[in-house]
């Protein structure tokens, strides 16, 4: 068994996608018509045929209230790992990005914390 998907809750998939490829450089995978909302993906370009993370339209009530819960408590909703998480807090800074910790050291961990423009808090982390 192996993660294949990971969802995301976006308020807005064509913004969500926007973000995720132009601003942290992941590639449109998928993106299929489905009534109201899009069945979205992307990945990584490093790694296509393994991960693909779902920006996930907000189609139940419940979803807004989870992912503004979060968002309000600090709470990321994924994390992203990063191979010089002090080069990509710098690019992503210079590209506008809002974080809400800079890359801080938690014992072999480092990690920090940015707006996804979705709603959403990530995690970026680098061990």
């Avoid at 393994?50 to 990321?76: C, N, S, T, W």
């Avoid at 210079?94 to 072999?108: A, C």
Wanted: include cysteine; hydrophobic fraction near 40%; charged fraction near 25%.
């Amino acid at each position: 068994m192996k993660i294949t998907l990971n969802s995301l809750l976006v308020d807005d998939q064509a913004k969500a996608l926007k973000f995720y490829t132009e601003v942290l450089g992941f590639v449109k995978k998928h993106d299929i018509p489905m009534g109201e909302f899009r069945w979205l993906t992307v990945a990584s370009p490093e790694q296509m045929d393994e991960v693909e993370l779902v920006l996930e339209p907000m189609g139940h009530p419940a979803a807004r209230v989870y992912q503004q819960a979060l968002f309000k408590d600090g709470i990321p909703l994924t994390s992203f790992a990063s191979k010089d998480i002090h080069q990509e807090y710098e690019k992503l800074s210079k590209l506008g990005v809002v974080f809400r910790s800079k890359p801080t050291q938690m014992g072999p961990v480092t990690t920090a914390i940015f707006e996804d423009t979705c709603g959403n808090l990530i995690q970026l982390h680098q061990t």
